[in-house]
């Protein structure tokens, strides 16, 4: 298993994207809905997030952060609190991998990475404020002029460890090489 893991990362490192190479560096605008589960989902369900990205990729692997401001209305009368209001600051490894190319180059997205989850109140499962846990995410990034980003993406963060969720959001940033 070990051995199939690393040719798979070696295969990615020196792979050469379809479309041009894309921007070394980015930094976005981001702004999205999410869905909360389980039981934070049971009590705080939908909401929106907004916030900043920012991340470096020299080839197809590299590095993204992001940290998104959301707020979530209560859905139970029995909630001590009407809203409660989320912070959540993501690093991750991304690997970024062409789909074609031309006046708009298109690229697909996958990354990985740990994320911390800070509440305004004690939040379910553990009744705490402060989470720690891995996140996973895909996306589409769209390149225009070489140096406008378009970002449609998806995550699902605190896989275990914490109050789990789906966000979908869309960044508009620039790069540059």
Do not use: C, K
């Not at 070990?2 to 980015?26: C, E, K």
């Not at 499962?125 to 390149?143: C, I, N």
């Not at 275990?160 to 620039?174: E, I, K, W, Y």
């Amino acid at each position: 298993m070990r051995r199939a893991a690393l040719a798979v990362l070696l295969l990615l490192a020196g792979a050469r994207p379809a479309a041009a190479r894309g921007p070394r560096a980015h930094m976005a605008v981001v702004g999205g809905g999410r869905s909360n589960t389980g039981a934070l989902g049971d009590s705080y369900r939908l909401g929106y997030v907004y916030g900043a990205e920012a991340g470096y990729q020299p080839g197809v692997l590299g590095v993204a952060w992001s940290l998104l401001f959301g707020a979530f209305d209560s859905t139970s009368t029995s909630n001590p609190d009407s809203r409660i209001d989320l912070v959540e600051m993501e690093l991750a490894l991304r690997a970024r991998v062409g789909l074609g190319a031309g006046e708009i180059n298109s690229y697909t997205l996958v990354w990985a990475g740990l994320e911390i989850v800070r509440a305004s109140t004690p939040i379910p499962p553990d009744a705490d404020r402060q989470y720690l846990g891995p996140s996973v995410g895909t996306g589409l990034q769209f390149v225009i002029a070489d140096e406008f980003l378009i970002t449609l993406g998806a995550r699902y963060s605190l896989i275990f460890g914490g109050p789990t969720g789906v966000t979908v959001m869309m960044s508009l940033g620039v790069g540059g090489y």
